[in-house]
């Protein structure tokens, strides 16, 4: 199968790294595609309970690393949409307990049998996102309009080029339409022309996030809102289809109300 | 301080943000510190004023890049008369 390997990375933690894996696996499985997301994110494990997975898990890809389970044990189906299969971290363990060459050739064994295989980084840059990215086609870097995460951002994609995995690809989260109006946050087009990279997806700040999570239900799965869409996008464009990249309005109900977004 | 218009509608703090990002990622990415490009400023201001009539405080030193390549701008007005009399004589 011609799968592709796609590592969503940032430098910086807590900018939407495990929510945005979620919803783009969530969104190709539902666009028919046959899709792992793995949690790379050893230690600090958090796909499961952001998928709603967290009482399935019963083998992860440490056991399947140290031989204790066949890889095919390890997945755990989400039936919610179609072919989505999660291969969760160790949560008692550390980044060093995978070798990159242990992970590539893990997620090589799943190459045969998945069109896309998603691995959600862990914050920094050290060995757990060299880990990371060493099996990645490609490599996604996820930003927040402020200053810490696009410096973050720059050096990650420094790093990516280093790796010979770049160029990497931007989607920015968390945008808010109404402030970048003002003028009071950086755009989409100031973070391209400061990082001079190409962005494949702008997620807005969406209430919905958070109560989504709190469920265990990525908002792709049942959601119209604003945050749902742009997750949608992506997953299209990463099949191949060209959806233009358009700026969300953020999701907040009074901002819709007055129409300031 | 504030303008009316800024208190108005708010100070426009994503120019700061990008002017800044700007700056801080030229030396970041050609890992001179803006303490150490200080340090090379200071170098080059004294190495061309042994030698010529120059006024430190009219020099402009910048790092600058442009689709992906880093250059050291240097610009040096010079004063009419050419050499400082005083100190080339120490040089050789
Ligand atoms: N587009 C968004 N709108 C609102 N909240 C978001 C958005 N994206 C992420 N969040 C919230 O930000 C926090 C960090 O997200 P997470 O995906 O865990 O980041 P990371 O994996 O990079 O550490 C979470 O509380 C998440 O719900
Ligand atoms: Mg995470």
Known sequence: MDSVVITITSGKGGVGKTTTTANIGTALALLGKKVVIADADIGLRNLDIVLGLENRIVYDSVDFIEGRCKLRQALIRDKRAGELYLLPAAQTRDKTAIKPQQMVDMINELRDEFHYILIDSPAGIEQGFQTAIAPADRVIVIINPEVSSVRDADRVIGLVEAHQKGPAMLIVNRIDSARVKKKDMLSVEDITEILSSQVI??????????????????????????????YRDIARRIVGESVPLTMPSTGSFWQKLFGRA | MSSFRELLFGKKSAEDAKSRLQFVLIHDRAEISPGLF???????????????????????????????????????PLKNSRRPTATRSTNN
Request: proline residues 4%; aromatic residues 2%.
């Open chain 1, 201 to 230: 997806g702008i997620v807005p700040e969406d209430e919905e996030i958070l109560s989504s999570t709190n469920r265990g239900q990525p908002v792709v799965l049942n959601s119209k809102g604003s945050a749902a869409q742009a």
């Open chain 2, 38 to 76: 200080e340090e090379i400023r200071n170098d080059i201001i004294m190495a061309i004023s042994n030698r010529l009539n120059i006024d430190p405080s009219y020099i402009s030193i910048n790092m600058d890049e442009e689709s992906g390549e880093r250059r050291l701008l240097v610009d040096v």
